[in-house]
């Protein structure tokens, strides 16, 4: 597998930051994810305005099948771009539901849905709400819960439908349910046991800090012990 050059490291660096929200939960763990993961959007992009559905040789002179190419990821790079891309024309819009006895019926079961993304829900949270596609299956689950002064919540979303932004909209619903918890209960703190990088990134631009556990798997909290307001 031949090395990028400088310039091309720092054209596929440039593109990423010039995506800005769109990919800012997203934390790349090489290169090779980087551009593929950059693929995926592009291609849903494309596929929302009635592009082409192959993926770009280049785009603003940077060679983009080189790179892939470079990284060994070209035919993951095509891949990934049609997938985005057929994800779009799919016309597969999520739709929120809610849990609770007054909540919407579904047909799964949303902790063997979430069994299934490798999501091991804690015994004491119940499910919230979530997401289902037009032909209503479960594509994504938010699970909350208070143990004491804690407050939980985990959630989980399908593999297919991921990089969409619902997994920031569901932390947004959990987030807003602790915030009116708080009101009746100001000692309520939001206590966190992280094990994905993106979901740390994406808890520390909503406030969040580490205040304990280990490298890999940190607690997390919004509201530490003594504290009221959001830091």
């Known amino acids: 597998m031949a090395k990028l050059t400088d310039n091309e490291r720092w054209q596929l660096d440039l593109m990423w930051h ?14 090779a ?86 999501v091991n829900v804690l015994s004491h949270l119940d499910f919230y709400g979530g997401y289902v ?22 959630l989980a979303i399908r593999p297919d439908y991921r990089r969409q932004g619902l997994a920031s909209e569901l932390m947004d619903i959990a987030i807003s349910d602790y915030e009116e918890h708080l009101e009746w209960n100001p000692d309520l703190v939001f206590s966190l046991d992280v094990i994905s990088p993106i979901s740390r990134k994406m808890l520390e631009k909503r406030g969040f800090r580490v205040v304990g556990g280990t490298p890999d798997r940190p607690m997390m909290t919004r509201n530490p012990p003594g504290m009221n307001k959001d830091i």
């Open 133 to 154: 596609n037009d032909d209503g299956e479960l594509i994504g689950v938010l699970f909350t819960g208070i143990s004491g002064d804690d407050y939980e919540f985990d």
């Open 33 to 118: 994810d980087m551009l593929t993961t950059l693929a995926w959007h592009w291609g849903y992009v494309t596929g929302s305005s009635g592009g082409p559905a192959t993926a770009p040789k280049k785009s603003g002179g940077v060679q983009l099948e080189r790179i892939a190419k470079k990284l060994g990821v070209l035919k993951q790079y095509r891949e990934e771009y049609r997938a985005g891309y057929n994800m779009a024309k799919g016309n597969r819009n999520p739709e929120l539901i809610w849990g609770g006895e007054d909540g919407d019926e579904i047909d799964e079961d949303p902790w063997e849905f979430a069994s299934e993304q490798g």
């Open 18 to 31: 010039d995506e800005g929200e769109e990919v800012s939960d997203i934390v790349p763990k090489d290169e």
